[in-house]
């Protein structure tokens, strides 16, 4: 009998660790980002000389989940390194794989974009379609495509001109999605005193930079937002800010847009959860549940190195409609899986 319990418990066990699951998803990986398909989630992070793709049908198990290197950045190129914040996107029954590069020189950053026509990204070819810029073509990384009443946009991390100190948040309508028709809108830029950490960098000059960057799209019902990450991802301070649409027909006008006077996610003392930022939203299996993809240091100091880790956690909205993040939770909580 006592053998029986012994199973009984055991077997238990096993079936509420199976439901649920702990941050962080994966050791390291910044500027997470994943696509739902037929299934499957594909995953991606930043890997700086490479593109990688993870298949799996829970995020929560991406630790097991199959993996492939998609592309490899060609040497001697303008895009041959720092490749960061990759998503992968399908549009119009085509997959495009969106990424910032440079050629070794920060200054040189710009978005690039790959196309592969098979329906499975894991098939098919990769092919560099080249350079994605508005008519400025400003330094630009943090690229995120979206539509919005049947039209293409992307908004992005830029320099209003060419030199650093400050970057904002742009919009852009697309041609198609290869291409930005027109010319960019400053949507955002760092005014508030938590956008503006960043002093004691010592690849920066000015010493001080005021960041806005990884912008994602986000929408409920009809109401969309703009999620984006602020200060310095070297310092602790690394945090979420929304930008509200306050409605009408133009996405590009940037007096329709409203910023929080406060960041909707930040750092826990508490929680142990350090520098949280550059994200991204998916939604359960079932598509009943909203949840937010994250990167996140385990200890203050650690800056924007390879200690960066993937984290998920379920989000709610208040009664106006409007994102509740609440905060970071510790790598010891339990949470229940996305539901199926």
Known sequence: MKKYLILILFFTVAFVQAQTFSNPILPSGADPYSTYYKGYYYYTNTLQDRLVLWKTKSLTDLKNAESKVVWKAPK??????????????????????????DNGDNNT?????????????????????????????????????????????????G?????????????????????????????SAPIHDWETHGALHDDVNPAQVNVNEGPQFLSNGDKIFIVFSASGCWTDYYALGLLTFKGGADLLDATAWKKSEEPIFKQSDKNKVYAPGHNSFFKSPDGKEDWIL????????????????????????DINGFPVLG??????????????
């Open 76 to 101: 001697g190129t303008d895009y041959s390194g720092d490749i960061w914040a990759p998503e992968f996107h399908l549009i119009n029954g085509k997959w495009y794989a969106y990424f910032a590069a």
């Open 109 to 157: 950053h710009r978005m690039y974009v790959l196309e592969n026509k098979a329906a499975d990204p894991f098939k098919g070819k990769w092919e560099f379609k080249g350079k994605i810029a508005a008519k400025t073509d400003k330094w630009a990384i943090d690229g995120n495509v979206f539509e919005y009443k049947k039209q293409l946009y992307m908004i992005w991390a």
């Open 159 to 187: 320099w209003e001109g060419d030199t650093n100190g400050q970057q904002n948040i742009y919009i852009a309508r697309m041609k198609n999605p290869l291409e930005i028709e027109g010319d960019r809108v400053m949507i």
């Open 294 to 317: 994250y990167h996140a240091n385990s200890n203050p100091g650690e800056g924007c190195g390879n200690k960066r880790s993937p984290r998920m956690q379920k989000i709610s909205w």
């Open 327 to 340: 905060e970071p939770v510790s790598e010891t909580t339990r949470l229940q899986i996305p539901s199926k």
